[in-house]
T-cell receptor, first 114, second 110 residues
Framework: DGGITQSPKYLFRKEGQNVTLSCEQNLNHDAMYWYRQDPGQGLRLIYYSQIVNDFQKGDIAEGYSVSREKKESFPLTVTSAQKNPTAFYLC?????????????FGPGTRLTVT | RKEVEQDPGPFNVPEGATVAFNCTYSNSASQSFFWYRQDCRKEPKLLMSVYSSGNEDGRFTAQLNRASQYISLLIRDSKLSDSATYLCAILTGGGNKLTFGTGTQLKVEL
């Protein structure tokens, strides 16, 4: 089955620790995205990548880092510099080669930092 | 003004009713629009794309009003299973980004 996987589903960390969230897709999509969602707020873009070894900051990149070493993978690191890391993190991907812009989401990771 | 605005609801409607939500946007250059459905504590799932004036898929119709800068989602013959939050998104950043509204919550009741 093709799709986007994110692991783990729930993640708990102590304040001051870095944590890496996994996102893998086997859809052969070119572009990948990371969003965070907080209660009562819309999805906010953290980082995105359109090709391997290249990525751009989104609207709220401070305190986060990413890498794109493989087309299938786009891990997100939440660093200790992120002031409010507790949130629902969603990874998405889309095909760039065709003239459509639909993004498809993985199941998300709920991160709780105490 | 926010880039994308939605009435948070909730919209409580009886089963079988027709319900419509609007989503207003501020960037008049936006060309592509999307409706996603999000169930509680789940990921958003693409419901419809709107690239021109509108789109229809079964009980769901999306329409674009460029003059007034809003898109609408109409759901006919509401089912209990339609209960969810509906997010609208517009294409920004030269086609590289989607900007999302905060969502409209729909509750369909017996």
């Amino acid at each position: 089955d093709g799709g986007i996987t994110q692991s783990p589903k729930y993640l708990f960390r102590k304040e001051g620790q870095n944590v890496t969230l996994s996102c893998e897709q086997n859809l052969n999509h070119d572009a990948m995205y990371w969003y965070r969602q907080d209660p009562g707020q819309g999805l906010r873009l953290i980082y995105y990548s359109q090709i391997v070894n290249d990525f751009q900051k989104g609207d709220i990149a401070e305190g986060y880092s990413v890498s794109r070493e493989k087309k299938e993978s786009f891990p997100l690191t939440v660093t200790s510099a992120q002031k409010n890391p507790t949130a629902f993190y969603l990874c998405a991907s889309r095909m760039v080669a065709v003239s459509s812009y639909e993004q498809y989401f993985g199941p998300g990771t709920r991160l709780t930092v105490t | 003004r926010k880039e994308v605005e939605q009435d948070p609801g909730p919209f409580n409607v009886p089963e079988g009713a027709t319900v419509a939500f609007n989503c207003t946007y501020s960037n008049s250059a936006s060309q592509s629009f999307f409706w996603y459905r999000q169930d509680c504590r789940k990921e958003p799932k693409l419901l419809m794309s709107v690239y021109s004036s509108g789109n229809e898929d079964g009980r769901f119709t999306a329409q674009l009003n460029r003059a007034s800068q809003y898109i609408s989602l109409l759901i006919r013959d509401s089912k209990l299973s339609d209960s969810a939050t509906y997010l609208c998104a517009i294409l920004t950043g030269g086609g590289n980004k989607l900007t999302f509204g905060t969502g409209t919550q729909l509750k369909v009741e017996l």
